[in-house]
């Protein structure tokens, strides 16, 4: 009977992930990881997962990963806001945490597979959407390698979440579950409370387009391209934060939305989630963040004097709006390709990078 230890959150997605293959045959162990004991992973969560578990009669662990967490994730949050760069903190903690630090030690521990409750597939050595294209989450995963899809599990991926929610009744779990929460998990409230906590911000000017300056800002992490709200420029006119400029301390903005669109991006750090390296230029569907749709674009090498750079030039079929350094850019193969499988049953993510 293949071992599998599954990370378990206490939400409904992670608990019938683990229902889903312990029904399925597996030997199932299902496992907290302690990351931010501020918030959603306290002694609450434990408590949560632990009756999951318990109704399931499968055991528990805990892994702590407190520390790892805060030096991986939250310090490299907080390091890009202060450089001027809008990271994700979610793609950074699946690659360093829940597919780096969990994923070696429960095949430590003796584990054929690791499993989680991620809205997305894997067939045939290929990353795919999850069947729910609303809930689909291959954007965060693109930085997975080839030797570990082998060894992971998506069990809810050929779900919608409204079944999803229907199994947890039919597994009996549904009334022990934690409400859902879309926030960072280390983060309450407002991140602008958050960077006001833990970095030292500086006031400056805001400049409008042509330089004049118009307002004054309260520090330069607070804002992020494309932003609009909280922007203390004083009038009628809506204003939009066009760029950060660190080394004067200054915010541009502009008054002319026209002025966010652009129709190409350079990506650094670039993984390769398929099997074989794609050939370049190539013709691609590409997300520059997670709520933002899929849009043809083509891929081609950065002329750069060095090899080890890695750098990919994005260039779009239309302008797209606030595209933000620090954010990452996913590649996923289009419908309209000969290799590529159709929506309803998974379209490939090819790879993805940070946006430079």
């Known amino acids: 009977m293949p071992k599998v230890i599954c990370a378990m959150s206490g939400g409904v997605d992670s ?42 009669g499968i055991p528990f662990l805990v892994f702590d990963f407190s520390k790892e967490f805060k030096k991986k994730i939250v310090d490299y949050f907080l390091k890009e806001y202060q450089k001027g760069r809008t990271p994700n903190p979610c793609i950074k903690c699946n690659k360093e945490i829940k597919f780096g630090f969990f994923f070696k030690k429960a095949l430590a521990l003796g584990a054929d597979f690791v499993a989680a409750g991620h809205y997305a597939r894997i067939k045939n050595a290929k990353l795919l959407t999850a069947k729910d294209r609303k809930k689909d989450q291959s954007y965060f995963l693109y930085n997975l390698k080839q030797s570990q899809l082998k060894k992971i599990l998506f069990p809810v991926g050929n779900y919608t979440k409204a079944k999803v929610k229907k199994l947890a009744k039919d597994f009996e779990i549904a009334n022990l579950v934690r409400p859902e929460s879309r926030d960072i ?20 000017p805001i400049l409008n387009t042509s330089g004049k300056r118009i307002g004054q800002h309260q520090g330069l992490p607070l804002y992020t391209i494309g932003q609009r709200k909280e922007i203390e420029v004083p009038g009628a006119l809506p204003y ?8 004067n301390n200054t915010l541009i903005v502009t008054d002319n939305e026209k002025d966010l669109y652009k129709k190409e991006l350079v990506a650094e750090k670039v993984n390769w989630v398929s099997k074989k390296k794609p050939k370049l230029p190539l ?16 891929i ?45 049953r998974g379209q490939e993510v090819l790879g993805g990078g940070i946006i430079k």
């Open 15 to 56: 608990a019938v992930a683990a229902a889903l293959l312990k029904k399925q045959g597996f030997d199932v162990i299902g496992c907290l990881m302690q990351l931010w004991p501020e918030k959603n992973f306290s002694d609450a969560a434990q408590k949560t997962v632990k009756k999951i578990t318990l109704k399931l």
């Open 240 to 247: 939009y934060v066009l760029k950060s400029d660190f080394k």
């Open 283 to 298: 013709k691609i569907k590409a997300k520059i963040r997670y709520l933002h749709p899929a849009n043809s674009a083509t």
């Open 185 to 204: 998990c280390f983060l309450k409230g407002r991140y602008q409370d958050f960077f006001k906590k833990y970095l030292k911000l500086k006031p400056g």
């Open 300 to 344: 081609r090498k950065q002329e750069t004097g060095s090899k080890k750079q890695n750098l990919i030039l994005v260039e779009f079929s239309r302008p797209q709006r606030a595209i933000t350094p620090g954010q990452s850019v996913v590649f996923y193969l289009p419908r309209s390709s000969p290799k590529a499988m159709v929506w309803g």
